[in-house]
């Protein structure tokens, strides 16, 4: 779905470091407690009672990214916007570390925590049933508990958060998979690289991209990093290596386009390959630039802060009306709202056009997308 001006936010942006204001056993989510003041001052004890009534929204990351940027830039403006405040509560930005136990550990805590009064969650595990129990553990204290990013298996444990807002992983898939069809008419063999295969993100896109690139085009294999760019480097290397037939580099997570251009320069051998990539990490839109990807899929993390806000104050609140209207403003199934797709290629020479995407998929030169980040502040999305 387009973005027109009336759904933006405003601009007015200050760029603060959540994490720095809140310090607990060395995971920086907890608010110190304001300071006592003398019971003669009333301003003071105003003050401080304000602060103990305020609750917390959790927005729990799956690892630590660029990606993440813009999603925590978005929820900042997001609690600007749908005044969070002035309801009574902050939202907290989390960077797990890209561990399911990490964000298991998180979640017990949580519980444990009486101003904790909602959790926004990107699932690393979707098949996970310990960290599913803990999601539901939350929802029995009467915490709001969603997904954003990345969703559970939705079959087994679908009665562990209420909603998921983020991509159509399928989708996305699918239009990449256009993406080399179209950039490869001939077909040929490629490898998905990405963070982990059992993430329902990264299950859904590659099976998205092997139905839209079509039979023409064979997959060799799927080596996973697990967030770790070293190995993501170290991947593209032995796939280079393993597989002499390969023409196709698909980046499935962020970080994997950049690692992919990493090997391929020290190689020198652009020219034998078709890169393309989901994301826009920021280095991926410089090496566009350069002309060292050839098309890039990209979600957009900033709506997913911004509108994951305004989603859990709607519950918190119980404004019914207004999940309402976020309904109409993302559509999706059931409990599923999904925020737009764009397709990102380079300002000239490259043979993808906007009608060979559906019409609710944005289609961009690579100039008019570093506009739509400037305008948000971004440098990635």
């Keep these: 779905m387009p973005f027109s001006k009336s759904r933006r936010p405003n601009r007015r942006r200050w760029y603060v470091v959540v994490l720095s204001a809140f310090v607990f056993a060395g995971c920086g989510e907890v608010p110190q407690p304001a300071a006592k003041t003398d019971s003669s001052d009333q301003k003071g004890k105003s003050a401080n009672a304000k602060a103990a009534e305020t609750r917390r929204i959790m927005f729990v990351t799956n690892g630590d990214a660029p990606f993440w940027d813009a999603c925590q830039a978005g929820m900042q403006d997001g609690a600007k916007k749908f005044s969070l405040k002035d309801a009574g509560y902050q939202a907290v930005f989390v960077r797990n570390d890209a561990t399911v136990r990490g964000q298991i550990d998180k979640l017990r805590q949580y519980g444990t925590q009486s101003d904790v009064a909602a959790v926004a969650i990107s699932v690393i595990s979707p098949k996970n049933a310990a960290l599913a129990d803990e999601m539901k553990k939350l929802m029995a204290k009467g915490i709001k508990v969603i997904t954003i990013d990345s969703d559970l298996d939705r079959k087994l444990f679908g009665d562990a958060r209420t909603y998921y807002i983020g991509t159509d992983n399928t989708k996305g898939g699918r239009m990449l998979g256009l993406c080399v069809k179209h950039l490869r008419p001939a077909g040929g063999d490629y490898v998905t690289f990405v963070g982990y295969n059992g993430a329902q993100n990264a299950m859904e896109r590659i099976s998205g991209f092997a139905a ?128 737009p797709l764009k397709v990102i290629v380079p300002d000239k020479g490259s043979p993808l056009k906007k009608e060979q995407f559906p019409k609710d998929v944005e289609f961009h030169t690579l100039g008019a997308f570093r506009k739509w980040l400037e305008e948000y502040g971004l440098t990635g999305s």
């Design 212 to 339: 839209g690139a079509g039979p023409k085009f064979t997959t060799k294999d799927s080596p996973e990093d697990r967030i770790e760019y070293r190995k993501a480097v170290e991947n593209t290397r032995t796939a280079l290596t393993s597989h002499p037939s390969l023409n196709t580099l698909v980046g499935i997570y962020a970080y994997n386009g950049p690692a992919i251009v990493d090997v391929i320069r020290e190689q020198g051998t652009r020219s034998k390959y078709t890169i393309v990539t989901f994301d826009a990490d920021p280095r991926s839109v410089k090496l566009m630039g350069d002309g060292m990807i050839d098309a890039m899929v990209v979600q957009d993390p900033y709506h997913m802060g911004y509108y994951g806000v305004r989603m859990l104050k709607a519950m918190l609140t119980g404004d019914d009306a207004d999940l309402a209207k976020l309904r109409k403003e993302l559509p999706g199934e059931k409990d599923v709202f999904d925020t």
